[in-house]
């Protein structure tokens, strides 16, 4: 089943913005959106969005997700050093009946 | 809100094993739930969804007619039965809640197939 591609490795400074993408087609992003999860080593993932910008309660405002056509965005402003950590995009995809994930992005914090 | 997953091992190419999570906290019998795995060093990978009443399944292509996803809502219990493991099923094995995608994760349990 193919996944959603998103770029390995993403680097920004203590402070700044960084915008991760995850891009699929319209079977799967484009029709319903994405969710995007955050998973530091050693530990499972933690839901950050889902259906493109509805945060679950608790998740910090510094996370907004987007969607354009079929990519979708997740950008965390004021970044921290507890950012650092792997980024994951998920979408059904109504064409295989089936989740399919994003390859990850590992967020560095400079 | 609580997942607790259990039953990984080391188990034989070939062979079988069943996994368990627990749910606690919540009304498990009004949730969907997913098996999510992560191989060693690899990203995550989406095995098996099973709805709130047991009566809608969907698996991954590579585990079809080999993985069989299943609930015990009088249990509060999720089971994933795998057979016919293979090497690369190696992996953490996670369950996941679903109330608006993957929102409440376990800590997960280790699957090794090795001879």
């Known amino acids: 089943q193919a996944g959603l591609t998103q770029p390995p490795s993403v680097s920004k400074g203590l402070r700044q913005t960084a915008t991760l993408t995850c891009t699929g087609n319209?079977?799967?992003?484009?029709?319903?959106?994405a969710a995007w999860l955050q998973q530091h080593q050693g530990h499972p993932p933690k839901l950050l969005s889902y259906?493109?910008?509805n945060r679950p309660s608790g998740i910090s405002e510094r996370f907004s997700a987007s969607r354009s056509g079929n990519t979708a965005s997740l950008t965390i402003t004021g970044l921290q050093p507890e950012d650092e950590a792997d980024y994951y995009c998920?979408?059904?995809?109504?064409?295989?009946?089936?989740?399919?994930f994003g390859g990850g992005t590992k967020l560095t914090v400079l | 809100v609580q997942l607790v997953e259990s039953g990984g091992g080391v188990v034989q190419p070939g062979g079988s094993l069943r996994l368990s999570c627990a749910a606690s906290?919540?009304?498990?019998?009004?949730?969907?739930m997913h098996w999510v795995r992560q191989a060693p060093g690899k990203g995550l990978e989406w095995v098996a969804f099973?709805?709130?009443?047991?009566?809608?399944?969907y698996y991954a292509d590579s585990v079809k007619g080999r993985f069989t996803i299943s609930r015990d809502n009088s249990k509060n219990t999720l089971y994933l039965q795998m057979n016919s493991l293979r090497a690369e099923d190696t992996a953490m094995y996670y369950c996941?809640?679903?109330?608006?995608?993957?929102?409440?994760w376990g800590h997960g349990t280790m699957v090794t197939v090795s001879s």
């Open positions: 996941a809640q679903e109330t608006d995608a993957f929102d409440i």
């Open positions: 906290g919540f009304t498990f019998s009004n949730y969907a």
């Open positions: 099973i709805r709130y009443d047991g009566k809608y399944k």
């Open positions: 319209s079977n799967n992003v484009g029709n319903q959106g």
């Open positions: 259906r493109n910008n």
């Open positions: 998920s979408a059904w995809d109504s064409s295989l009946s089936a989740w399919v």
